[in-house]
T-cell receptor, first 114, second 114 residues
Framework: GDSVTQMEGPVTLSEEACLTINCTYTATGYPSLFWYVQYPGEGLQLLLK?????DKGSNKGFEATYRKETTSFHLEKGSVQVSDSAVYFCALRLNTGANSKLTFGKGITLSVRP | DSGVTQTPKHLITATGQRVTLRCSPR?????VYWYQQSLDQGLQFLIQYYNGEERAKGNILERFSAQQFPDLHSELNLSSLELGDSALYFC?????????????FGNGTRLTVT
């Protein structure tokens, strides 16, 4: 079945450090890929998306590139801030008519120290 | 603000009881999705509705049921509650079922079964 695998966490970084969160996927079709972020006590917010191979999604300094050849969608940020502390979820969505749900990875907790 | 409204925010009830969780999707969104988030299972897809019709089922227990009403709001009914049903329940909506259209999530209902 379709699945998303995220690197194991949690991740703790100092402010201004570089961030990479790995995400790979398995899909029977051609998915769209998403990163969602969940701040403490809140729901999931869309961070960025990419809908076809080589597309780069970006938002709030975060970027991720849809790599079809490696089935990956790694999240990167050049300089993290304390306010980036949250749980990050990679997800895929297929357009197969009856099955259009988002399939999520397990999520990874990021803590950024001042 | 995602535009998706979930009520109540918190629910505390006893084993064996029945509860109803309510979701109002974003204006114009026809699809509603329900997810369960627990520490050990991550984000699990429960069920999807599109314009009042059930479209897909995930890991939804037989004790759980849902429906989408003509005004597009949705309710998730959980009955014969067990301790293990304690979790955060999210509703999400999207305009349609195309893969490139993101889901927008509410802030969730935290259910505690004692």
């Amino acid at each position: 079945g379709d699945s998303v695998t995220q690197m194991e966490g949690p991740v703790t970084l100092s402010e201004e450090a570089c961030l990479t969160i790995n995400c790979t996927y398995t899909a029977t079709g051609y998915p769209s890929l998403f990163w969602y972020v969940q701040y403490p006590g809140e729901g999931l917010q869309l961070l960025l998306k990419a809908t076809k191979a080589d597309d780069k999604g970006s938002n709030k300094g975060f970027e991720a590139t849809y790599r079809k050849e490696t089935t990956s969608f790694h999240l990167e940020k050049g300089s993290v801030q304390v306010s980036d502390s949250a749980v990050y979820f990679c997800a895929l969505r297929l357009n197969t008519g009856a099955n259009s749900k988002l399939t999520f990875g397990k999520g990874i907790t990021l803590s950024v120290r001042p | 603000d995602s535009g998706v409204t979930q009520t109540p925010k918190h629910l505390i009830t006893a084993t064996g009881q029945r509860v109803t969780l309510r979701c109002s999707p974003r204006s114009g969104d026809l699809s509603v999705y329900w997810y369960q988030q627990s520490l050990d299972q991550g984000l699990q897809f429960l069920i999807q509705y599109y314009n009042g019709e059930e479209r897909a089922k995930g890991n939804i227990l037989e004790r759980f049921s849902a429906q989408q009403f003509p005004d597009l709001h949705s309710e998730l009914n959980l009955s014969s509650l067990e301790l293990g049903d304690s979790a955060l329940y999210f509703c999400a909506s999207s305009v349609g079922q195309a893969a490139n259209s993101p889901l927008h999530f509410g802030n969730g209902t935290r259910l505690t079964v004692t």
